[in-house]
């Protein structure tokens, strides 16, 4: 298959309902996890775009699902956060609703990437969506963000106890990341292409 052109990238939809998800058989790369984890600097750094993936200073105000074209030939969808206290009882069902039918939708996601904060752990609503993600089966893969913010010691810490929680599958792979410093973006699109069998 032809090389992926990364300069090829375009928001196809920014879907606020069912019936604007893409209908296309492209496959889907989804990215997921609480609100402020780093879900849109990650896409940003994956695809080599600056401004692509809106970062948000104010987080939680992203109640769409973002699918982004990459050069015809698969689908990045950056999920809207979970987790975000200041967020309105009405805007709360709104997320659940709109991931839970795209998760259960025809297209639903060939492999999730799972973020989760390197220095705060796994929360509980992030233990949902590993539960979710184990029971249906969908392959993933982890992500630990904001490594930055841990020293060495800190960090191997934490990536042990990802390793060996009850609720990250042993054949998951698990990716340490950090948006400030230029490695470990390349191994995860690695991953991502190898899954989606492109390249
Ligand atoms: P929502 O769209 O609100 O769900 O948030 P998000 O998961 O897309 O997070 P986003 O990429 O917008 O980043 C949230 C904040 O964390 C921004 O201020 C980013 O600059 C910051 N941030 C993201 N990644 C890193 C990182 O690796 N290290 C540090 N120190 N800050 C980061
Ligand atoms: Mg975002």
């Known amino acids: 298959m032809a090389k992926i052109n990364l300069n090829n990238v375009i928001l196809r939809m920014s879907a606020g309902t069912v019936s604007q998800f893409p209908k296309d058989s492209l496959p889907h790369v989804a990215f997921s996890g609480r609100s ?25 105000k992203t109640v769409t699902i973002n699918f982004y074209d990459v050069d015809g030939k698969f689908y990045l969808v950056d999920l809207p956060g979970y987790g975000y206290a200041k967020r309105s009882a009405q805007e709360r069902s709104g997320w659940s609703r709109i991931v839970d039918q795209y998760l259960s939708s025809s297209s639903f996601p060939d492999v999730v990437v799972q973020l989760i904060d390197a220095r705060i752990g796994p929360t509980t609503d992030d233990n949902t969506m590993l539960s979710f993600l184990n029971e249906t089966g969908i392959p993933y ?57 492109v390249n």
């Open 36 to 60: 402020n984890v780093g879900k849109s600097s990650l896409i940003n750094k994956l695809l080599m775009r600056k401004g692509l993936a809106r970062v948000s200073a104010a987080p939680g």
């Open 141 to 197: 893969i982890v992500v630990a963000t904001k490594t930055d913010k841990l020293n060495k010691t800190e960090f191997e810490k934490m990536f042990q106890a990802l390793r060996t929680h009850p609720l990250i599958a042993k054949d998951a792979e698990i990716f340490p990341f950090s948006a400030l410093k230029p490695e470990g973006a390349g191994d995860i699109r690695r991953k991502i292409f190898s899954v989606l069998n």
